[in-house]
């Protein structure tokens, strides 16, 4: 059976060996539609691909660590990344090679090509979903196209597609990917059509930028926008775009250059190309029977179809997050002006509000005042939160892109190899835990200040008070975790005494320095791709250090919030208990005030003597290293201030509120997962072993519990007898993954 076929035969091959997109390319190039020249790699070689190289049993096993359901954002990206970097590091066989190599060569000489994903039902009517699977311009060369090819394969199972998984009928085991291979047109001018605007069906659209199409999928290049009627093919309206830009192909793969001076005034398309268009568009509608997505390019006075699909909503049509989820996916142009849109206008303007409201006494307020004040604030939280989940998230992509980037140029072993250079001692969470360490370290010199710090009376002590102040001047104290502990600095004294008691106080991180890996990751690139390189990298980085200092700089409102709330439940006294916060400021106007306040769920154990128990729970490993200590399981904040140095930290999220205890574990676990969420950057800066996307974590795990924490597998055992016998038992660990029961 042939592997590779021509256009021409596609539609004998049928869609399931060579999928929708070359599927509809045949029947278009059938009817006399211009298209590109294009060969299918049809469904057979990436079964044969990845069957024979063990894959299968490897993605099963990544995407059975957890319920699918119960994954977050951060979580798909991690499985989809580490699947991703099983498929740049796993060599397709040599016999698979050579019956790709020569239809290949034969057809396209040293012609420059585009590799397109061609999903089986990717792009039939009633399953379109644009843009999950990957496409690479400008590929030349046998080795290279083959290695893209590698790529889409890897994007079967793309965190786009994992997000569909249900409705695409994604499964690891009859599940696959055909790939189309075209030539690259010279395009002057790109675009799509599409046959039906979602806001009027009366209407198509059409949106156009100058040179390649990938300006305008991935957002790098603004476009010209025309609405038309369907019914004659007449211009509605025109858009303007502000034309900086295009895409063209660059030594490898494409790059945004700037638009020529004589261009930039000019639309891409004229009237009667525009029209010309439209009658391309309606006329795939016609042999399609359905109003099409199309995509085409001109070059010269010919116009080509890359690709059509039917326009359709996708998916099943519930309410849910998915939308928002993809369109976290940013070119790095638009991750370029989000960063300084955040670090002009958005972190100083969230620094002035905290700064306003620290200025607010409310002891002087009377209860009216007061009720309003909470109000207000509640609406401020309640903005800075949609700010944060509109513009912050997003630009945590920056670490995204750039890992993609690093991973497919460096190909390591270690997929998150690339978060070692993203490293920072610039985080305010380190900043911080440093300043706590300086202040402990003065404490384990003299002895005298730690019963000082224990009674709160730093009096006989200026030196060190003045010390102490400097901090709670640059970062404030740490957050409350016990009712009653308002008067400035006492949860500091608190801390600063547990860090003391550590006498292996400092970094754990050691190995290679983040120099040394930027020299490494520079090496990948020739002199006149450098530039990009260091800037990407310095993109990151912000995205990385701001990650962790986005929630402190949101949490520094927040905490006015609570402030506000502390002192009303003060007034009110008694009632307090039986109001809700969120008819606290009703309270305050109306003594008659009581709201329902729902008590606390309490966990039920088992009363027979015997239960099943799991004694080994799988996440996401998220901090290399292995370690062995005793649970603390930290549910709330009051329960932070039980943690002792050397024990397991066990919690649902570690929030950066929370991370001037993190030095103190000997390691991580937590029930939310992810490499970009604020336990696992924290626990990476101090060396710390990590596991998160573990499951209940804290249901299933109890404090005093001996917990042994792989974070190279992203496996947690939990242990039996004495921590010494925990310990010896860890030795040798290797990498198996047993389950197992506990009788209790």
Known sequence: MNLVIPLQAVAEAGVHRVGG???????????????????????EAYDLYARSTGLLERISLELNRKDFSDMRWEELWDASLRIRSMFLNTAMPSTLVKKLMQPIEEFFGDARVAVRSSAPGEDSSEASFAGLHESYLNVAGIYPILDHIRLVWASLWSDAALLYRRELGLDVHHSSMAVTLQELVDSERSGVF???????????????????????????????????????????????????????PGPAGVVRAPLPPDLISVPPLDEGEVRRIVEMGMRVEGLFGAPQDMEWTMSGPDLYVLQARPVTAGGSGQADDRAWYRSLSRSYDNLTRLWARIEDELVPEMVSVAKRLDDHGLRDLDDGALAREIESRVELCALWERTYREHFIPFAQGMRLFGRFYNDTVRPQDPYEFMDLLR???????????????????????PSLAGALARGDLSRHPGFQQRVRSFLDEFGDLPCSTPGCAREGRVLYD????HASRHDAGSQQSGRTTEYLEEYYLLFFPDEQQPFARELLRLARASYRLRDDDNIYLDRIKVHLKAALDEARKRLGPRADRVGDDDIPRALRDPSIISPVQPEAECVHAQAGFAVRM?????????????????????????LSAFSPGEVMVCDAIDPTMTFMVPLAAAIVERRGGMLIHGAIIAR???????????????????????????YLGIVTIGEGTLQEATAGAQGHGGGCLGGTEAL
């Open 615 to 639: 004694r080994q729970l799988v996440g996401q490993p998220a901090g290399s290293g292995i370690a062995t200590g005793t649970a603390r399981v930290v549910s709330s904040r009051q329960e």
């Open 424 to 446: 920072s001692d610039d985080l305010i969470s380190i900043r911080r835990n440093r300043g706590i360490e300086d202040l402990a370290a003065v404490v384990r010199k003299d």
């Open 685 to 711: 800066e101090y060396g710390i072993p990590c596991v998160t996307g573990v499951p209940h974590a804290v249901e299933l795990i109890r404090t005093g519990d001996v917990l042994t924490v792989d974070g």
């Open 21 to 43: 997109k070359a599927f509809s390319l045949g029947i278009l190039a059938s009817r006399g539609i211009r298209v590109p020249r294009t060969l299918c790699v049809t469904t």
């Open 495 to 498: 801390v600063v005494l547990r």
């Open 194 to 248: 599409f046959g039906r605007n979602p806001a009027d069906p009366s209407q198509a659209v059409i949106e156009a930028v100058y040179g390649l199409n990938q300006g305008l999928v991935d957002g790098a290049v603004e476009p010209d926008r025309w609405i038309i009627h369907r019914s004659d093919g007449s211009i509605i309206s025109h858009d303007a775009a502000v034309r900086e830009g295009r895409m063209v």
